[in-house]
């Protein structure tokens, strides 16, 4: 809302009148359609500053002009088509006011200093007209307060120039309320603001627009802010039924009339993208009053083909570059497969600093350093730079230097890379670090790291200077399980501190008033025999005695159960890391000297270590738990078949 400072009449000049001119300026009536502009010439005849005259609405008069006739003074009755938004919206429809007004020399006898400050405010289009009293401890009742607050009103709506009498019957049940409040509580203990008229709000026309929804979808920008220019939206991603492209229908929109009278037209609509959308059977078209949709039947990506909008699932390039086609963010639900074919192994097929995520990746070549690859399924038949990072469900990789995080993951060579999976298969180990559940090797030579919380196999150890960790903390569920245990064990211990202090303390109140509840219990019994009623008061006490005790067997029964809970869960805390027993190490060939065996324990954190010696002939190896709190490491020449 814009106050309506300039329009209420501070615009009126205000040059000072020489103090000796004195006036003897008595009041007088007029009629008008200009109040300002008549104040302004009695002022001046009169050698009068503006602010010192003031004025009273003496009677309002109504003209209407339409195509039918002009100047027509509305009666009582035809003053209700003002409230009939057909009759306002008639853009031949014109409406002027004329007041008869008294003009009369402001004085301290007829001054309304008492009254509150009152603003009017207006919205852009005049529309809507708001007055705001402010907050007053200064304001007095009086019988006329009602009246002389609308007078104020009225008198400001005159100096902006808003119609008096239409459309205002909520300014006087506000007013009401107001001065009802006023009568009661002598003040206005805070600003009210409320509705004085209103006109018709237009309602602009809709110009047609066709919007595609499926470009918005790419984010250019970094975590920073800074734009990404390596994501050019390559693939446009698509879910099935997902809108695409939507095209806004021109509407004409409705006129207004504003507080003033004046009738406020809209422009015609523009049409500029009404060209049709071609689409094959995958788009779905759903047609209503204000839009026309086009919707995906399908996951995938879009394609326009010959002016045609299409959606594929599959998709054939030759290389993932900045240069060429930038990153690509298709979203690994979006069911689509894509297939790069450079398998150059002087170029990398997915080129540095490049991202990919979609459903299913095959790259026939290299990945570069620093590429991240999201995906469910991935293969590559190339190699991966030491600084990419590969993560799905089920990867497949020819050569491995980089990183790769899945479930089900199948390596070739792995070549100092790291590995984090739940059951890994690498055919050939140069080095690097594996960790999962389940890890099975055919070749492993030198200097390598595996790490599983279940199952270490190697077909065949020809190296030295290798690591094999049996450690089930390394799986998330496992982490997961026992910071769930921890966190249920550390709540429980800090409950139960609480519990001693809290039981002796009821514990003691009981045992002071126990020969007390004795004696009122047994003078109970005795009244009753003496055929009296014994006093509400003596039942009163041993009631209450009674609930003290219920209560301290209550809380001492749940002492007892957070402590049976707290062992139980100590003990689950001890039995989870019996899964270290149960894991095992695997060699179907002979072991080499300077290999490194370990088992660790979750609780209390503990590790067992075995160097295997040269040409030793161990086929599982396990840790045992011997039952006087020794561990220790079993070395079997047969397999357990388990």
């Known amino acids: 809302m814009g106050l309506f400072d300039k329009l209420t009449g501070t615009d009126i000049n205000d040059k000072m009148i020489d103090s000796n001119v004195e006036s003897d300026f008595k009041s007088i009536i007029i009629d008008t359609a200009n109040v300002i502009k008549e104040l302004k ?29 002009e100047n027509n003074e509305m009666n009582e009755d035809e003053q209700k088509l003002l409230l009939d938004d057909n009759f306002l919206l008639n853009p031949h429809l014109k409406i002027k006011q004329f007041y008869r007004i008294e003009v009369y020399k402001q004085t301290k ?19 809507k007209i708001v007055a705001t009293i402010s907050k007053s401890h200064e304001v007095r009742y009086s019988s006329t307060l ?30 009401k309320k107001i001065v009802a409040g006023i009568r009661v509580n002598g003040i206005i203990d805070q600003n009210i603001s409320f509705v004085v008229c209103y006109g018709i709000d237009d309602i602009p026309s809709v110009n047609d627009d066709l919007i595609f929804h499926y470009k918005k979808k790419m984010n250019t920008k970094s975590a920073d802010g800074k734009i990404d220019y390596s994501k050019r939206g390559y693939v446009s991603a698509v879910e099935k039924d997902e809108c695409l492209i939507e095209y806004i229908k021109p509407m004409l929109g409705t006129p207004g009339r504003n507080c003033r009278g004046v009738f406020i037209p809209v422009k015609e609509p523009r049409k500029n993208n009404d060209s049709p959308i071609v689409i094959s059977a995958n788009l779905t078209k759903k047609e209503n009053e204000t839009s026309i949709k086009y919707s995906a039947n399908r996951g995938g990506y879009i394609v326009v083909d010959k002016g045609t909008y299409d959606i594929q699932d599959q998709m054939e390039i030759n290389e993932i570059s900045f240069r060429s086609t930038g990153s690509i963010d298709a979203n690994i639900t979006s069911n689509i497969k894509i297939n790069i074919k450079e398998k150059d192994i002087l170029k990398d097929a997915i080129g540095a600093g490049m991202s990919v995520e979609t459903t299913e990746l095959v790259v026939q070549g290299n990945i570069g350093s620093g590429a991240k690859v999201k995906a469910k399924i991935v293969e590559i038949g190339g190699q991966t730079h030491q600084s990419a990072y590969i993560e799905a469900d089920k990867i497949t990789i020819a050569v491995h230097r980089g990183e790769a995080n899945g479930k089900d993951i199948e390596i070739d060579r792995l070549e100092g890379g790291k590995i984090i999976g739940d059951v890994v298969h690498v055919k050939q180990m140069i080095g690097g670090e594996i960790v999962a559940k389940i890890i099975k090797i055919d070749t492993l030579l030198s200097n390598g790291k595996m790490t599983a919380s279940e199952i270490i196999e190697i077909t065949e150890l020809k190296g030295n200077n290798n690591k094999f960790i049996i450690d089930p903390s390394v799986t998330r569920e496992f982490n997961e399980h026992i910071l769930n245990i921890s966190k249920k064990i550390e709540k429980l211990e800090e409950d139960l501190k609480s519990y001693p202090r809290l039981l002796s303390s009821k514990k003691e109140m009981i045992d002071k008033n126990k020969a007390m509840a004795e004696m009122v219990k047994e003078k109970i019994v005795e009244l009753k025999k003496s055929g009296v ?51 095992k190490i695997i060699n179907h060939s002979i072991w080499k000297e300077f290999n490194e065996i370990r088992f660790k324990l979750v609780s209390p954190r503990t590790e067992i270590t075995y160097n295997p010696k040269e040409s030793e002939i161990s086929r599982e190896i396990t840790l045992k738990d011997m039952g006087n709190g020794e ?12």
């Open 533 to 583: 009623e014994p006093p509400i008061t003596l039942f009163a006490k041993l009631k209450d005695f009674q609930e003290k005790v219920v209560d301290y067997n209550a809380q001492l029964q749940t002492f007892k159960d957070k402590k049976e809970t707290l062992r139980e869960y100590k003990m689950e805390l001890v039995q989870v890391q019996t899964k270290v027993f149960s894991a």
């Open 109 to 127: 006898e007829n001054s309304l200093d008492f009254l509150p400050t009152i603003m009017l405010s207006a919205n852009k289009n005049l529309t």
């Open 631 to 642: 561990l220790r490491v079993i070395r079997s020449s047969e397999y357990s078949g388990s």
């Open 41 to 69: 010439h009695i002022t001046e005849a009169n050698h009068l500053k503006p602010t010192d005259l003031g004025f009273k609405i003496l009677k309002i008069m109504t003209y209407y002009s339409d195509e039918k006739s």
């Open 146 to 175: 009602e009246q002389d607050i609308i007078d104020d009103i009225q008198a400001k709506k005159i100096r902006a120039g808003v119609l008096l009498g239409i459309r205002d019957q909520n300014m006087y049940k506000e007013v």
